[in-house]
């Protein structure tokens, strides 16, 4: 009696502690999943800076991000092709977070946090990134990348930033492979088997830690080639979607990289007569190019003509853009629009990407510079539900908060642009570069409290 008495005592204090012990491994391999934040930005100290008005600055290295006082201060590097230097080729924005592509290197998350501060995140994407050019960062539906067998059980039913990575279609020749990251032994002048390199971010995040147990795997840039790209071997140079809601591509075949390249489909479904796979058209030299469009990337793309490839690129009229974008261009005071052609290149929350339109109502031209302009202005723009910024490469700007004003990024050097914008609640992320004709020096951001 005394020995049942005994277990019977005992047993649920070995039950409290196998349970403390679970959940304790529970834990820990919460946080084994979890990245780590670079660098936290407290709202209150703005930026965790010296001078809160000119914001944080970095320089972007290879491999590293380096916190700097100004771009004036930034390190002298060689000028390399914009194809070849690490720099930041777009951002996106979801939610709570926005994302930028680093070319050669993989992404960076920028996430605002419950008590209002900014976590910077940085996640190499490996040799899927690495050997090749990113072309272009975009949000692309989760369901248009492959299966859920192919991509496995985590990822959501949301948008995922995804970089277009491929052999470099401008300078690779110039080059001769210098463009190869160290250390890879995987070769620049190879077309990428799997050219989308997606982040599901929204299964990793801290918010979304909270309300999960165990996760399965660690986060990690995932590589696929969606049914539209065809089998291996087409090198994908040019992907944007445009107004009618279709993809569109540009494609070609390098020389000397069939035999590198897989030749296993994407499975695409049941193929009609119309569709033409873009690597099985993409036969011969480099020089010949083909354009594609399809109605969605897990789709088989059909067959166009250069000129109809070129009319869906097109910006599009002035009064397609918001209404919120509309006021601010025309509130924008800049003699140049006169003599130029204005074009701005708007990011909007929860968008694929980039959109393009007139940036003056009074430019009627279909075809840019068709009317005796000598130059394109670039205006960047972003938008959401609450606000609105357009801005010029020199930082100079309008913004609407609860008011539209007048508004300026820090100055830049000479020889120095920003090169895109996003707004993140309280924060703003500038992408800046020192720039000469096609090539770039110095690249970096701007971390910046509203």
């Known amino acids: 009696m005394a020995v049942l008495q005994r277990c019977l005592y005992v047993l649920p204090v070995l039950l409290l502690v196998l349970g403390c012990t679970k959940k304790s491994i529970e834990t820990s391999e919460i946080k084994s999943v979890q990245p780590e934040p670079l660098r936290l930005f407290t709202y209150q100290q703005g930026q965790d800076s010296q001078n809160s008005n000119q914001g944080q600055w970095y320089e972007i290295s290879p491999g590293l991000l380096n916190p700097i006082k100004d771009p004036a201060s930034s390190q002298v590097v060689p000028y390399a092709p914009w194809t070849a230097a690490r720099r930041i080729v777009g951002f996106v924005a979801r939610g709570s977070a926005a994302f930028a592509g680093l070319n050669r290197e993989g992404f960076l998350v920028f996430e605002e946090t419950p008590a209002g501060d900014l976590?910077?995140?940085?996640?190499?994407?490996?040799?899927?990134?690495?050997?090749?050019?990113?072309?272009?960062?975009?949000?692309?539906?989760?369901?248009?990348?492959?299966?859920?067998?192919?991509?496995?059980?985590?990822?959501?039913?949301e948008s995922v930033p995804a970089l277009l990575v491929a052999r470099d279609p401008y300078f690779g020749d110039l080059l001769n492979g210098s463009g190869t990251a160290a250390g890879s032994s995987v070769s620049s002048q190879l077309v990428p088997e799997k050219p989308f390199v997606y982040l599901d971010w929204a299964n990793f995040s801290p918010q979304a830690l909270q309300a999960q147990a165990i996760l399965s795997q660690s986060i990690r840039p995932q590589a696929v080639r969606p049914a539209a790209f065809g089998i291996g071997a087409s090198n994908v140079e040019a992907l944007t979607r445009s107004s009618d809601g279709r993809w569109y591509m540009k494609v070609a075949q390098p020389n000397g990289t069939a035999s590198a390249a897989s030749a296993s489909p994407v499975s695409p479904g049941a193929a009609s007569a119309s569709p033409v796979s873009p690597a099985a058209a993409s036969t011969?030299?480099?020089?010949?190019?083909?354009?594609?469009?399809?109605?969605?990337?897990?789709?088989?793309?059909?067959?166009?003509?250069?000129?109809?490839?070129?009319?869906a690129l097109y910006p599009e009229p002035f009064g397609n853009m918001p209404r919120a974008v509309q006021t601010l261009m025309r509130a924008f005071s800049d003699s140049q629009r006169k003599k130029h052609y204005p074009v701005l290149q708007l990011l909007k929350k929860d968008s694929y990407g980039l959109e393009t339109f007139v940036a003056d109502p009074e430019t009627k031209n279909t075809v840019p510079l068709s009317g005796g302009e000598t130059e394109i202005v670039n205006f960047l723009g972003y938008t959401d539900s609450e606000k609105a910024l357009v801005i010029l490469p020199d930082g100079r700007g309008v913004i609407r908060r609860s008011k539209i004003e007048a508004f300026a990024l820090p100055p830049l050097p000479e020889g120095f642009v920003y090169t895109g914008v996003v707004l993140i609640n309280r924060w703003l992320i500038a992408s800046w570069e020192e720039q000469e004709s096609f090539a770039v020096g110095a690249a970096g951001f701007l971390v910046l409290p509203l």
């Open 284 to 311: 011969g030299s480099e020089s010949s190019k083909h354009y594609y469009a399809a109605p969605a990337l897990n789709q088989e793309a059909t067959r166009i003509s250069q000129g109809d490839y070129q009319n």
């Open 119 to 157: 976590a910077l995140y940085k996640l190499d994407g490996g040799d899927a990134v690495e050997p090749y050019c990113a072309l272009a960062l975009m949000l692309v539906p989760s369901a248009e990348l492959g299966t859920n067998q192919n991509l496995g059980q985590s990822l959501t039913a």
